[in-house]
């Protein structure tokens, strides 16, 4: 049975940080991409960061240089870290996984979500 569930969304205040974790399991880890993505109230769902397979990373414009997405492939899950939060990251956020869209590709096929943990950034 293939499982991805998120976990470690809090509220937290502008400067602070938060570290999200993926526990995954029911599918090839290893060789899968994996994302992080978030939905803001009244907004459409974007992708945050990417991981891909053999390492490649990708950030998103509004979090480039404050998050780090890392994987623990043993343990198959995977992290989002973001520093120096502000307001504008309140949001879901979900990870995914799922299978290269190519060998130049870091974003994966986004065959598997978890059902979003929730990111309140508030003084």
């Known amino acids: 049975q293939i499982r991805v569930a998120e976990s470690g969304g809090r509220s937290a205040q502008p400067g602070g940080s938060v570290r999200l974790t993926c526990t995954t399991s029911?599918?090839?880890?290893?060789?899968?991409?994996l994302a992080w993505f978030r939905q803001a109230p009244g907004k459409e769902r974007e992708n945050v960061a990417c991981?891909?397979?053999?390492?490649?990373?990708i950030y998103a414009d509004p979090v480039r240089g404050r998050a780090i997405i890392s994987r623990d492939n043993p343990a198959r899950m995977f992290y989002l870290e973001i520093s120096n939060l502000k307001v504008e990251d309140t949001a879901v956020y979900y990870c995914?996984?799922?299978?290269?869209?190519?060998?130049?590709?870091?974003?994966?096929?986004?065959?598997?979500w978890g059902q979003g943990t929730q990111v309140t950034v508030s003084s």
């Open positions: 991981l891909s397979s053999d390492g490649g990373t």
């Open positions: 995914a996984a799922g299978r290269s869209r190519g060998p130049r590709a870091i974003c994966p096929q986004t065959d598997y």
């Open positions: 029911g599918f090839s880890f290893y060789n899968s991409d």
